[in-house]
């Protein structure tokens, strides 16, 4: 017998209270009882509860509850329940953090995180495996198309389970701010009607509104070679660039061009030159926009490091040679800057779509759907790697939905205005699916891969490793509670099938692009969860915030092209630059989609700042803790950094970064 404090803790989202009475039970090892209680849940509140139960319940393991209604059932986001036993008892917390609904019984089990097999008592082992099999039924694969990952089984985000439903707050905001871009936009094409559209600075007359200093900074020097060679390095897409070993065998050097040959390779044995080739975009079919075809191209481009640390263009060839045009033009610096520039914008085009499709969909959002799907459907609540990673998936699912029927879908924004649309984005994306190994998602191994490290001036570069590193202490940290030898990672059957389930299944068979298909050691399971953290969090940030700066300037990054590459250089003309870049629809489509998944989104929750508390251990929230203090070192040390530069890098702040991927 003893007296029973009990808090209940309701969501702060929209509607997140409930007009329905809840019932709940305390389940002990002893025994089991039921509290009268008429608790009507209220949004954002704690409600306390005292109750004295008649026999000794023991130790708690669970708390039941379930939601009566009498003609609407109204929905109750519980965020978790908390008891205080009679006497010295520790409190029990019961994590919840989903949606109540329905009459059925919910059983949150007592939070401590226990591997499969660690306690004797059997309920738990049963809840466990009651649990995964009603998981398994509800988070369900699908395939979007044949030999992409796969994904959550929903053909529009109404399908999606409710616990991965965007809550109402963040619908909103997403619908409506969307919808009111796209107004402004209507607006300013129909003002650019009254005027002419025949030099880059037209591009004025839509570029107003919000803007960030870096965007105004990229209006002002985008022709600039210097600006140019520094996206490479921080700007949207840091991802394809890779110091050159040799001179790639695509690049044919007509005899006229000695001098040339001389610099090149003068650069490359001073280990100063460096490529970014687009290869990847050869051969894929351009979209027809309104009954215009567009036009793709796969350049190469040639850089020089300086010793100032500035990366300058030294050549770029637009397209690979070919069969009937063996020796393609080489464009340089000192050729007629208007021929310079639509090179640039051919390679900006180029790198817009790549960025997009390969680094941005596939290799961050694509990849944490199917650690997403697979957390969901391998690793019950009280396994601490689901603990660990729960946090990182939040959202994911269904702006990943939402990605597929509205961006990427038949007669979706891609097919309305990028050169890659019409399927040619598909295509692209399944050739990218080669590039997709485990090597290069893990920044220590691409950047080494790609001779990055240690160079000044790649900011990316640097705080990306620190990071990782970061992430890596913390996931350590937190596996080392729980695992304590090899042998224990080797029998844990839940996560060896979740390993399974995201190289064999969820990336289609990954093992030959380096996946593991089981954890053999703690180290290898410490790397695949760093890597699995860093691109829910630091490497979606790195890639997605620099939309805004660098892609609202359209002639920076020109979503499509109109006209072909340019086979001379005499003949390139202000109207050849503009009838290349996008039309005035196009413009307005790409800045009003950049803004909107570019922006700071309104309920973000920076990296480490969860409010949801899974973990009850209290070493395990040491870790959490430390996790906080590391990234708030780092924050100080970008800060500073930042400081004495001309372009500050600020993807990568740990204030900036969001938690998982949710825009």
């Not at 009566?68 to 029990?92: K, M, N, S, Y």
């Not at 640039?344 to 085009?349: C, F, G, M, Q, T």
């Not at 410490?526 to 939309?547: D, E, P, S, Y």
Request: hydrophobic fraction near 40%.
């Amino acid at each position: 017998m003893g007296r029973y404090r009990i808090r209940v803790a309701t969501g702060a989202w929209l509607f997140s209270g409930s007009h329905n009475r809840v019932q709940l039970w305390l389940v002990g090892v002893l025994g089991e009882a039921e509290l009268e209680l008429q608790l009507r849940p209220t949004r954002g509140q704690e409600e306390e509860f005292e109750h004295e139960v008649p026999e000794d319940l023991g130790p708690l393991q669970f708390v039941k509850l379930r939601k009566h209604h009498f003609l609407v059932d109204d929905a109750w986001f519980c965020d978790r329940i908390t008891v205080q036993g009679p006497g010295d008892c520790l409190e029990a917390a019961f994590p919840c953090y989903r949606w109540v609904q329905g009459e059925g019984v919910l059983c949150l089990p007592e939070g401590t995180a226990r591997l499969a097999g660690d306690s004797a008592l059997d309920v738990f082992q049963k809840h466990r495996q009651k649990e995964l099999k009603e998981r398994q039924q509800t988070y369900r694969w699908a395939t979007w198309k044949e030999g992409l990952p796969l994904t959550i089984a929903a053909d529009c985000e109404n399908d999606l389970p409710l616990n991965m439903r965007f809550h109402e707050g963040k619908r909103l905001d997403f619908e409506w701010s969307l919808k009111k871009r796209a107004m402004e936009m209507v607006l300013k094409r129909v003002y650019t009607h009254l005027s002419s559209w025949d030099r880059p600075e037209n591009f004025d007359q839509i570029f107003g509104g919000q803007k960030s200093t870096l965007a105004e900074k990229v209006h002002q020097c985008w022709q600039d070679d210097e600006l140019f060679g520094y996206q490479f390095l921080n700007g949207a897409n840091p991802m394809l660039l890779r110091r050159s070993t040799c001179l790639p065998s695509r690049l044919v050097l007509p005899l006229e061009m000695q001098e040339l040959q001389v610099q090149l390779e003068k650069e490359l044995q001073n280990s100063s030159l460096f490529e970014a080739d687009f290869i990847l975009l050869d051969g894929i079919p351009a979209n027809v926009i309104r009954g215009e075809k567009q036009y793709l191209a796969a350049p190469l481009v040639m850089l020089k490091m300086e010793p100032s640390g500035k990366l300058l263009p030294m050549v770029i060839q637009i397209q690979p040679p070919n069969p009937s045009f063996p020796t393609p033009p080489l464009f340089l610096p000192s050729d007629p800057p208007l021929a310079w520039l639509l090179a640039k914008s051919w390679v900006r085009n180029s790198d817009f779509q790549l960025h997009q499709l390969q680094y941005h969909l596939l290799n961050t959002h694509l990849v944490a759907e199917v650690v997403a799907v697979a957390t969901m459907r391998c690793l019950p609540e009280l396994h601490p790697v689901f603990k660990l990673l729960i946090p990182h998936t939040h959202y994911t699912m269904e702006i990943n939905t939402r990605g597929r029927t509205q961006l990427i879908s038949d007669g979706g924004i891609f097919d309305k205005g990028m050169s890659t649309g019409g399927g040619g984005h598909v295509q692209l994306l399944r050739r990218a699916m080669a590039h997709l190994t485990y090597c290069s998602l893990c920044p220590p191994d691409d950047l080494a891969h790609r001779g990055l490290l240690g160079l000044p001036s790649a900011l990316y570069a640097q705080d990306a490793l620190r990071l990782w590193e970061i992430i890596a202490r913390y996931v350590e940290g937190i596996i080392q509670l729980f695992y304590h030898g090899d042998d224990v990672v080797r029998g844990d059957p839940e996560l060896q099938a979740w390993c399974q389930e995201i190289t064999e299944v969820g990336l289609c068979q990954a093992q030959d692009r380096g996946f593991p298909v089981s954890f053999q050691s703690q180290n290898q399971l410490c790397h695949f969860l760093t890597m699995c953290v860093f691109t829910c969090t630091a490497q979606h940030g790195a890639i997605n915030q620099g939309q805004l700066d660098w892609y609202a300037w359209v002639p920076n990054a020109p979503c499509t092209m109109r006209m072909p590459p340019p086979t001379t250089k005499e003949d390139v003309t202000m109207a050849t630059v503009m009838g290349s870049l996008p039309d005035v629809q196009q413009a307005c489509l790409q800045m009003t989609i950049t803004w909107h998944l570019g922006r700071r989104q309104p309920d973000m929750v920076p990296l480490g700042y969860h409010k949801e508390k899974y973990f009850s251990n209290a070493k395990a929230k040491a870790v959490l803790n430390q996790f906080q203090t590391d990234l708030e070192n780092l924050e100080r040390e970008i800060t500073a950094r930042n400081e004495q530069l001309d372009l500050p890098y600020e993807y990568l702040k740990p204030s900036h970064i969001e938690n998982s991927i949710t825009i």
